[in-house]
Nanobody, 117 residues
Framework: QVQLAESGGGAVQAGGSLRLSCAASGDSYSRGCMGWFRQGPGKEREGVAH???????MYADSVKGRFTISKDNAKNSLYLQMNLLKPEDTAMYYC???????????WGQGTQVTVSS
């Protein structure tokens, strides 16, 4: 079993920055791959960034060059540094984890990010 807890959300103006954190616990194999998703008002959930066991990142086109995903295995933590935030980045952000063999199996409760123009 894996538990995930996000933090770091908040309200910022466009152009600002936020750093999201996800504290993970439980079986490390089951959370070898981790990612950030978001769901904006009236929108479907979308993948934002992912990182595999080796630390290789992948990003959605909409956030490339602005967001950086990273993890600290010693601290069992996942991060999302978000720079140059735009109003369209407003969403609930979720941390997810899985064993890299398929879909993510574990999800956090989410942290709200609101970007005003």
């Amino acid at each position: 079993q894996v538990q995930l807890a996000e933090s770091g959300g908040g309200a910022v103006q466009a152009g600002g920055s936020l750093r999201l954190s996800c504290a993970a616990s439980g079986d490390s194999y089951s959370r070898g791959c981790m990612g950030w998703f978001r769901q904006g008002p009236g929108k479907e959930r979308e993948g934002v960034a992912h990182i595999d066991r080796r630390g290789s990142p992948m990003y959605a086109d909409s956030v490339k060059g602005r967001f950086t995903i990273s993890k600290d295995n010693a601290k069992n933590s996942l991060y999302l540094q978000m720079n140059l935030l735009k109003p369209e980045d407003t969403a609930m952000y979720y941390c997810a984890a899985g064993s890299c063999s398929g879909a993510y199996n574990y999800w956090g409760q989410g942290t709200q990010v609101t970007v005003s123009s």
